[in-house]
């Protein structure tokens, strides 16, 4: 034999799905439609978890500590900040590639992470890449080894992407030939360092001489 409470609606706030359970029923069909009605409480619940623990690794693995001891965001960063641009203005493009940022947006765009997340300099992309057998200048092989090792699904785990950039004038260098990244390093007040990951000539180089107004892939830092 079945049994259980019997609902009754009370108070203003209730309602057939807030229901308050104060009598017990031997109803064998009321008892089936209870069961039935919190099974899908039990599921929606297990879903709502289930979402939460997704989100959770999502966040976690949206950075990761690499080989020089700094936190590292692992994707290209995606947060509004104005002016910045999805490639070719489509929002696929922001998903899969992140936005393109002016130097003054790709800072405020690590800022508005909180958590002491900002822009890295050029002395802390350079020293990480060094881990990895360093960028152009660095190295034995061109920047080569660092190449491989930083770009996606290389060992380190950095995952860069080749997001190309966008002109002061609106115009897209082509999607897949570079990854450009931004430092907060200036040349001179109208230029900052950045770093190009090449994909036809395979290396890793850093140049000082990218003019601020021009859009790039951003990554942050933090302790």
């Known amino acids: 034999m079945f049994t259980f409470l019997v609902a009754r609606s009370k108070g203003a706030f209730a309602s057939r799905d807030t229901p308050r359970?104060?009598?017990?029923?031997?109803?064998?069909?009321?008892?089936?439609?209870?069961?039935?009605?919190?099974?899908?409480?039990?599921?929606a619940c297990a879903l709502?978890?289930?979402?939460?623990?997704?989100?959770?690794?999502?966040?976690?693995?949206?950075?990761?500590?690499?080989?020089?001891?700094?936190?590292?965001t692992t994707r290209n960063l995606d947060v509004e900040a104005v002016p910045s641009h999805?490639?070719?203005?489509?929002?696929?493009?922001?998903?899969?590639?992140?936005?393109?940022?002016?130097?003054?947006?790709?800072?405020?765009?690590?800022?508005?992470?909180?958590?002491?997340?900002?822009?890295?300099?050029d002395d802390e992309w350079r020293r990480m890449a060094k881990y990895y057998g360093g960028?152009?200048?660095?190295?034995?092989?061109?920047?080569?080894?660092?190449?491989?090792?930083?770009?996606?699904?290389?060992?380190?785990?950095?995952?860069?992407?080749?997001?190309?950039n966008i002109s002061d004038d609106g115009l897209y260098a082509p999607l897949k030939d570079h990854g450009?990244?931004?430092?907060?390093s200036e040349s001179d007040s109208d230029r900052a360092w950045f770093y190009n990951f090449s994909r036809n000539v395979v290396y890793l180089s850093r140049h000082s001489d990218c003019e601020k107004q021009l859009g790039l892939s951003v990554r942050c830092i933090r302790e």
């Open 86 to 121: 999805c490639y070719e203005d489509t929002k696929r493009n922001c998903h899969q590639y992140g936005r393109l940022y002016t130097w003054e947006s790709a800072r405020q765009g690590c800022q508005s992470l909180g958590n002491g997340w900002r822009l890295p300099t």
């Open 48 to 72: 709502l978890c289930s979402c939460a623990a997704a989100q959770h690794h999502e966040e976690r693995e949206a950075f990761k500590r690499l080989a020089d001891g700094r936190y590292w």
């Open 135 to 164: 960028v152009r200048e660095d190295s034995v092989d061109n920047g080569q080894a660092a190449y491989k090792a930083l770009l996606v699904e290389g060992r380190s785990g950095f995952d860069a992407l080749l997001g190309g």
């Open 180 to 184: 450009f990244y931004w430092t907060a």
């Open 21 to 43: 359970f104060d009598r017990p029923s031997t109803n064998p069909i009321l008892c089936i439609e209870m069961l039935e009605r919190m099974r899908g409480l039990a599921v």
